[in-house]
């Protein structure tokens, strides 16, 4: 077992990749009470095209990944919910663009929830009369989002941004390429991407790190898998310009949704890079578009915005996007005032005091991060799949320079790039 010590943050983490390529990491938080775990894959709603060396090119309907996550808490002898409540532990489970994590949280029977958590995943149960019965359950679920302004105005925007990239298309699928999902194609899927290989398992918590290493070995001492190939995603060639302008969706709203957003036609290779492209953003939307900034202000006084007003950054190898937005009277001018206030920037470039204030925040978040187990097995686990460090971030942040930001903000704010996404009501249009 492997230490890697961060001495900076007094952190240490205990990893070892076992025989079957399963990563394991543990990050021993001596005095906590609550323990929390990650058992994840690197697996996500976008991979519907894919092939594992050696074999055949595979196309699986989309919404694959998610309705998987769905049928792996069925166990033959019923639900594993009631299981993990019956040892104190509360559990879940999501899909993403990229990933598939499995979690528990508890304070209690924490050896029984590890291996409770690792045996269902490794254990798949379908049926082709559950497979059906999921179908209707999911298409619920498609039903209710589309009644979701939030949900339609957040998806509405990736679909304005992307032609053929399968991160515009919701996580969850459509009501008829869920129809088309077999046993089959969910147990092809699964032993693709469920191998050992591409996962990995996170504990975080007041654990022994020694002892709960023993127990996951000997857990996997047990199972049998034969060596897996590289797997390789496919993915059409995407357009560098945005599908479309604006999308308007009518819904009943007492207040109309605006989300905007940018789309990256130059993406990063490399971890380093996504790792400091993604540092200088955070630090850029929040110097214009935080609850401090002057843009934001001003939006506000002239009520454009509401305090529910907010910004993302989605950075990955294959696609990356910014969102900004929230609820507001006159999506029209919004836009047309945010464009105004960020070519004014553009020109002067961002003030140094408002670049310290955020880039100390980022760091002050941070710090603040590591009092949290969940926090930090839910990170940890998504830049490790993105082959970074979580602890790397704290040094990009602390190196970080004006200039660096004052560049990501004349070249992510291109408006050929930009969409918008609306949802109003027929009173409103």
């Not at 079957?20 to 994840?40: E, Q, R, W, Y």
């Not at 990501?408 to 918008?420: G, P, V």
Request: glycine share 6%; proline share 3%.
């Amino acid at each position: 077992m492997k230490t890697i010590p961060y001495e900076k943050l007094n952190e240490k983490i205990f990893f070892e990749q076992l025989d079957n390529g399963l990563k394991v990491f543990i990050l021993p938080k001596p005095g906590f009470k609550k323990t929390f775990a990650t058992f994840s894959t690197k697996y996500g709603s976008v991979d519907n095209h894919f092939q594992v060396e050696g074999k055949q090119k595979v196309k699986v309907p989309d919404g694959i990944a998610h309705f998987l996550e769905h049928k792996m808490f069925e166990e033959p002898t019923g639900d594993v919910f009631s299981q993990f409540s019956s040892q104190g532990a509360s559990a879940n489970a999501f899909t993403s663009f990229d990933r598939t994590v499995y979690l528990f949280s508890a304070t209690e029977q924490i050896e029984k929830n590890i291996e409770t958590l690792i045996n269902f995943v490794q254990n798949p149960y379908f049926t082709d009369e559950s497979v059906e019965k999921e179908k209707g359950i999911i298409g619920q679920e498609i039903n209710m989002y589309k009644d979701n302004p939030d949900w339609r105005c957040y998806f509405g925007l990736i679909d304005a941004m992307y032609h053929t990239h399968p991160v515009h298309i919701d996580i969850a699928g459509t009501i008829d390429s869920i129809s088309k999902i077999t046993k089959e194609q969910l147990l092809e899927c699964y032993y693709t991407f469920y191998h050992p290989s591409n996962m990995n398992l996170f504990i975080v918590g007041g654990v022994e790190p020694e002892q709960i290493m023993r127990l996951v070995k000997e857990n996997q001492s047990h199972k049998n898998y034969e060596k897996q190939g590289n797997i390789k995603r496919y993915f059409e060639n995407e357009s560098s310009s945005v599908k479309e302008v604006k999308k308007i969706t009518v819904l009943p709203v007492s207040l109309p949704k605006c989300l905007f957003g940018f789309k990256e036609s130059e993406l990063e290779n490399e971890s380093s890079g996504l790792l400091q492209r993604e540092c200088e953003m955070k630090v850029l939307l929040d110097v214009l578009f935080g609850s401090s900034s002057d843009i934001y202000q001003k939006l506000y006084d002239e009520k454009l915005i509401t305090d529910q007003f907010s910004h993302e950054y989605n950075g990955q190898y294959d696609f990356a996007f910014s969102i900004m937005g929230g609820e507001t009277r006159e999506p029209e001018m919004l836009l047309s005032r945010v464009k105004e206030e960020i070519d004014k920037v553009m020109k002067q470039g961002i003030e140094p005091a408002a670049f310290e204030r955020s880039r100390k925040k980022k760091i002050g978040n941070f710090l603040r991060m590591l009092n949290s187990p969940e926090s930090i097995a839910s990170e940890f686990t998504r830049y490790q799949f993105k082959d970074i460090d979580l602890f790397d971030i704290l040094t990009t942040y602390e190196n970080l320079k004006i200039e660096q930001v004052n560049n990501r903000l004349n070249t992510h704010f291109d408006w050929t790039k930009m969409s918008a996404s609306i949802v109003q009501s027929e009173e409103n249009g």
